[in-house]
């Protein structure tokens, strides 16, 4: 929606959790006690669908999905402002390897969520900085190069019946 004022108002919504989805506040993190955070307006917004779950206001920039120098990957970054809190929340979510959500939403005149455009998942994977600034570099799970994929056993639960015998018929 255009605003009064004819500018598009878009927002970035990011989650912050640890490989398994937990919330990194529960231990004490150096960004405690937030894990949510919105680059829009300052102070809080409410997300759409739950009003108890609020994403507060962090100064960031979102680079989206681009793909790496090979070709291989994608990768994303999030810049943030250089300080002693974002150096420790930077250091933490590379070596915690923390996973991130952005959602991008097309807000509302009463700067609101309205549309979602976008959601994508990442993972922290490393980290530059300079005296201005610190660049946070997220890429997809699987590094196609390395082929790096988590650690996973396949059971039947997780992905039904396995054939017993190697040999496999498409019929």
Do not use: C
């Amino acid at each position: 929606m255009t605003t009064s004022s004819g500018y598009v108002a878009l927002t970035n919504f990011i989650t912050v959790t640890k490989f398994d989805g937990t919330d990194p506040n529960k231990t004490g993190t150096a960004f405690s006690p937030y894990n949510k955070f919105q680059n829009g307006k300052h102070g809080q917004i409410n997300d759409k669908n739950d009003s108890s779950i609020k994403y507060n206001y962090l100064s960031f920039i979102y680079q989206g999905a681009a793909r790496n120098r090979s070709g291989d990957n994608m990768i994303s970054s999030l810049i943030l402002a250089n300080s002693e809190i974002s150096m420790k929340f930077a250091v933490e979510a590379v070596q915690e390897k923390y996973h991130v959500k952005i959602e991008t939403y097309l807000m509302t005149n009463a700067f609101e969520q309205q549309t979602k455009l976008t959601e994508e998942q990442w993972l922290v994977s490393s980290m530059s900085y300079d005296p201005e600034a610190i660049e946070v570099i997220l890429s997809s799970a699987i590094d196609a190069v390395g082929a790096n994929a988590p650690n996973r056993v396949l059971t039947q639960e997780i992905v039904g019946h396995l054939p017993v015998t190697g040999s496999l018929q498409n019929r």
